[in-house]
C-alpha cells in the first residue's frame, strides 16, 4: 500500500524534478514534504524498481537523432534469437513480442538522419527467420505522457 | 565532446539521490554548479530536454495490464480520432505513424490500466466515440529489452 506522502512524492517527481541547486528540497517544498523524505521515499521507490530512472527525458530530435517503431514478423522457432540479436543494439531502447501476426516490436534510436534508421531496419530485416520487418516512423505525435499516479 | 553532450551524457543515466544533485554532476564535468544548471536550462528552453523526472516502471506502480493499439483510421478522420484519444488520461501515446499495404493501421495508441477490463472499456469507448471498428490490440507477451536511450 502506497502512503499518501509515498503518493504525493513519487507523482510529483514523475511530473518534474525542478533544475534548482536544490531540487529535491524545491520539490518537497510545493507539497509540503521535507528534503530528507523526499530523498529516503524516492531511494526505498528506486531500490524496490517501481522508479527505473531518475535523470533526464529528452527529446531525441532535437539531440540530432532518428527513430521509428518497427514491427516484425519472426518464425516462432527463431523469435526469442532475433530479439535477443536486435536488442544487442543500443539503438533499440525497447523491444517486446507482441500478440498477432508482426509479433516482435522494438524501437529503433541512431544518430542521424532517417536513412541510418532505414539501413539499421534493412539489416534485421535479414536476419533468418525475419518474414518482414517494418518501420513506421511517427507522422504526426498527439500525445507523450509519461505520468503515472501512483 | 561538446559541453551540452556531456551534461546530456550525465543526466541520462540516474542523477545521484543527494540533496545537491547537480553539483556534483558539475564537478565531474569540471563545471561550476551555476554554470551546470544554467546549461541545463538552455536546453529546456530549446526543448531538447523534456525534464528531469522520475522514469516509473508502471507495471510495478499497479498498471498491470498495458496493450498498443492500433487503429487503421480513415486519412480524413485521423486528425479528430488523435485528439479524442490523446484526451483520455488512461492513454500515454498516440501516434499517426505511415500504414503498409498489408497493414492498414496508422494510429497508434498505448493503452494502460490496472485490469484488462479496464483496457477494454477504453478501447470500446474510443471505438464508439469516433465509429472506428478496425483496430488490434497487440498485447505484449514477453519484454526483451526496456531501457532509456544512451546519447552520446
Known amino acids: 500500500m502506497v502512503k499518501r506522502v509515498e503518493k504525493l512524492v513519487l507523482d510529483a517527481a514523475q511530473a518534474d524534478i525542478p533544475a534548482v541547486s536544490r531540487p529535491f528540497a524545491a520539490l518537497g517544498g510545493k507539497i509540503g514534504v521535507p528534503e530528507a523524505e523526499v530523498l529516503k521515499i524516492l531511494k526505498a ?63 529503433l534510436g541512431v544518430r542521424g538522419t532517417m536513412a541510418g534508421v532505414d539501413k539499421k531496419i534493412a539489416a534485421f530485416r535479414r536476419l533468418p527467420g525475419v518474414e ?16 503515472f499516479p501512483v | 565532446m561538446t559541453k551540452e553532450q556531456a551534461i546530456v551524457r550525465a543526466l541520462q543515466g540516474d542523477i545521484p539521490l543527494e540533496p545537491a544533485p547537480f553539483k556534483k554532476l558539475a564537478a565531474g ?3 561550476t554548479e551555476e554554470k551546470f544548471l544554467a546549461a541545463l536550462a538552455g536546453l529546456k528552453s530549446r526543448g531538447v530536454l523534456r525534464s528531469v523526472r522520475a522514469i516509473v516502471r508502471h507495471k510495478r506502480a499497479g498498471y498491470s495490464a498495458n496493450a498498443m493499439v492500433a487503429w487503421s483510421v480513415p486519412r480524413a478522420r485521423v ?31 498505448m493503452v494502460h490500466g490496472r485490469s484488462r477490463a479496464e483496457i477494454s472499456k477504453v478501447v470500446d469507448g474510443l471505438v464508439k466515440k469516433t465509429g472506428v471498428k ?9 519484454e526483451f529489452k526496456k531501457t532509456s536511450m544512451v546519447y552520446f
Open chain 1, 45 to 107: 521507490y528506486k531500490k524496490k524498481g517501481v522508479i527505473r530512472r531518475i535523470g533526464g527525458s529528452f527529446e531525441t530530435r532535437k539531440l540530432g537523432f532518428s527513430s521509428t517503431l518497427a514491427g516484425a514478423r519472426v518464425k516462432p522457432s527463431r523469435l526469442a534469437a532475433v530479439a535477443k540479436e536486435i536488442s544487442k543494439f543500443p539503438g533499440v531502447t525497447h523491444c517486446y513480442e507482441r500478440a498477432g501476426e508482426m509479433n516482435l516490436w522494438f524501437t
Open chain 1, 132 to 147: 518482414k520487418c517494418y518501420s513506421f516512423p511517427v507522422k504526426k505525435m498527439f500525445k507523450i505522457k509519461t505520468m
Open chain 2, 29 to 31: 564535468l569540471g563545471l
Open chain 2, 79 to 109: 486528425l479528430s480520432f488523435g485528439r479524442t484519444a490523446a484526451a483520455l488520461p488512461s492513454i500515454s501515446h498516440c501516434y499517426e505513424r505511415p500504414a503498409r499495404p498489408d497493414w492498414p493501421y496508422n494510429l497508434y495508441t
Open chain 2, 134 to 142: 478496425n483496430y488490434l490490440a497487440l498485447e505484449s507477451l514477453r
